[in-house]
């Protein structure tokens, strides 16, 4: 059993160094002065100042952020209300397939997803842009918010809305103050969740973006396709760290979920 226990150990930190390797000598190289990745000649704050002075940047930075926050609350709002659904669902096999299709954004390649909205939304007449992009990440959020929000409905005890009712609380009282404090951790991971996927999301935006319309993945992959600039490492490091940052704040999230009450650990 020891034995296992340190291939699992050696093996899972061979998996990070792979992982992480290119994205720490990304980093390390956005603060060399040198202007390119061969050879290290001195530190410099230099290609974030670019970043930070380059207005079109901002703007795209701007649209950026504007979607992932608008598109993670909608499908937050959504994906809640379609977690709710599927719990009253009394049938199971019915259940089931509600799972299933929902599921299917999450397992489809966003290479598919990208090119049936595409396909989509240019049939219906909608012009590629922000609208786009928006209805877009609100499909493929709305998916992962339901598999947040679920697990916590599925671990709430009936008894809890049964009490409420008992004592006078109306469906909406059951709702508002009973039911969405309850799940609120679940209701978080999944804001932050689609927020993260949102952020980082290039292969579908890559195909209903357009009318000058531009998120930070797309003006990414146009600026290393121009060729290589430490502008590109100072800007990926920005946004990675922002990612991180995401990430941190849904495991902290997810971490106060799981704690049980007071009461609950004296039992």
């Keep these: ?24 000598y990304l980093i390390y190289y956005s603060f060399n002065s040198g202007g390119s990745m061969h050879h290290f000649q001195e530190f410099t704050l230099d290609w974030y100042e670019e970043v930070f002075h380059d207005t079109r940047l901002f703007i795209i930075l701007l649209n950026t952020l504007v979607v992932a926050l608008l598109s993670s609350a909608i499908s937050t709002i959504i994906g809640v209300a379609g977690a709710l659904a599927i719990t009253r669902v009394r049938s199971k096999r019915t259940r089931n397939a509600l799972l299933t299709l929902n599921n299917v954004m999450i397992v489809s390649p966003d290479v598919i997803i990208g090119a049936s909205f595409l396909i989509l939304l240019t049939a219906i007449g909608v012009n590629l842009g922000f609208f786009s992009v928006l209805i877009s990440h609100i499909a493929f959020s709305v998916p992962i ?36 404090p309850y799940i609120s951790p679940g209701i978080f991971a999944g804001f932050f969740m689609a927020l993260t996927y949102s952020l980082d999301d290039f292969a579908v935006t890559f195909f209903v973006t357009g009318g000058g319309f531009s998120t930070l993945s797309v003006e990414i992959y146009s600026l290393a396709r121009r060729g290589i600039s430490l502008t590109i490492n100072a800007l990926s490091t920005l946004i990675f760290l922002a990612t991180l940052a995401l990430v941190i704040g849904y495991y902290i999230i997810t971490k106060r979920g799981s704690k049980p009450s007071g009461a609950e650990a004296r039992e």
Excluded: H, N, Q
Excluded at 150 to 168: F, H, I, N, Q, Y
């Design 1 to 24: 059993m020891k034995k296992t226990g340190k291939l699992s150990v050696i093996y899972l930190v061979l998996v990070f160094i792979i992982l992480y390797t290119p994205i720490f």
């Design 145 to 180: 918010v339901v598999l947040m929000v679920l697990p916590k409905l599925e671990e709430m005890s009936p008894t809890l809305v049964d009490a409420a009712r008992d004592l006078g609380a109306s469906s909406r009282d059951v709702l508002t103050k009973v039911v969405i």
